[in-house]
């Protein structure tokens, strides 16, 4: 059994932890009702104790130990998982925090806290690999527009290649939306981005306007199929953070739950990733409901089939059918049928354009247990090249900001940045979107006429 383990950076990076294991919680409680210890659950949870029955409810877990890191320049929501029903989850060890914050500056959380924490971050995450009989891959969860979680998060990102560099690092980056209050996002997303592109092997960006988008959509039919009734106890942020940790719980369901057809996690990337750097991944899920609500919409599984490949279940503002795909995987969960799902991808593959040199470029995943209280569900993931859209609108923001040299005092004052990191980075993103589109260029369909305004 392969363990895998996740680091949770900055205030978006740990609330989206926070919902993922709290659902991962659930989810073993509603299939192991006996609450006895399963070698699955070695996956992402370790036993502090070595005892057999380690939990009873979803909320007592004991000698139940999360395989996490937490990391925080600031206190608050770190204080508050350790102040929850989860807080049993976590050990003091595990977490690494600050009081003051990054001020939303990639220079001070990567220069400044990285290499003040560099020795402690090192240490944490050493002890947490050496509890795993078999480390397959680090997951780091954390946001592109602020201080902590673009600049801490990417140094953690370098040191796992430095310390670790046969384990896998997948990355799920939220970018910040075109109207973000922080007015030096676009600086610290782009110098962000050259380091994913260096230093990752996958990455699920993730746009927080898509995210609204979604959740406004939601809320909208639900609202007219039920009367509305919001948890008392549901934060602001709480339903697009649920919507993310259920992309990595259909992610990591087959590492986490056994099934006729389950992938690893490696062979996802080993199949999605045909060149090293084009490494983004658009992703989308179905169904997609209201947990404030409690209301799921009936669908079966050739409607699920195709409202994954629409553009408003994209987790990104794009619509991948009006591009290329250089390759697709589905991860099924539930009690579907293979020529079910063989049916649909019949069915869907005329309406999309693959490359001509991996025309069957699918990989397919099937889990047995589906998420609690669904029947089915289906989770895709597309090397596609419309991400180069994403990197153009992400470029045109840092220019517009860059051409004045506005807030660039901000980062040349930190001790060890120097202004040709900005240049760098610029021509790296430079580099993605050329690649990108001359992979669009050997296709035989024509560019699309591409307007964001209107796919969001």
Known sequence: MTQSIIIQIGQCGNQIGYRFWDCAVKEYDSVNKLSNWNP?????????????????TATCFKSLKARAVLIDMEEGVVNDIMKSP????FEQKQIINDVSGAGNNWAVGYFDYGNKYKDQISEVIRKSAEQCDCLQCFFCLHSMGGGTGSGVGTFVLRLLEEEYPEVFRFVTAVYPSEDDDVVTSPY???????????????????????????????????SSKVKVQKSK??????????????????????S???????????????????????HYITT?????????????????????????????????????????YLACALIVRGEVEVSDIRKNIDRIKPKLNFIYWNQEGWKTGLCSVPPVNMKSSLLTLANNTCIHYTCMDLRNRFVKLYKRKAHLHHYTHVSGFEQSLFDESLTSIDLLISEYEKLEATSKISPPCFDRLKVC
Request: glycine letters at 0%.
């Open 40 to 56: 699955s659950l070695s996956s992402f949870f370790y036993n502090s104790e070595k005892k057999i029955n380690p939990f009873k």
């Open 256 to 278: 986490r739950f056994e099934g006729s057809m389950n992938v690893d996690l490696n062979e996802i990337s080993m199949n999605l990733v045909p060149f090293p750097k084009l």
């Open 86 to 89: 989860l807080a049993s989850l």
């Open 284 to 324: 989308s899920m179905t169904p997609i409901f209201s947990s404030s609500l409690n209301f799921l919409p009936k669908r079966n599984f050739d409607q699920i089939f195709t409202d994954a490949f629409s553009k408003e279940n994209q987790l990104l503002c794009v619509d991948p059918k009006s591009c290329l």
């Open 188 to 222: 610290n997303s782009l110098l962000a981005m050259h380091q994913l592109t260096e230093a990752a092997d996958f990455v699920i960006p993730i746009e927080n306007q898509a995210l609204i988008n979604i959740t406004q959509n939601v809320s909208k039919y639900s």
């Open 233 to 254: 106890s549901e934060k602001p942020f709480d339903s697009m953070n649920n919507i993310v940790a259920s992309l990595l719980l259909n992610l990591t369901s087959s």
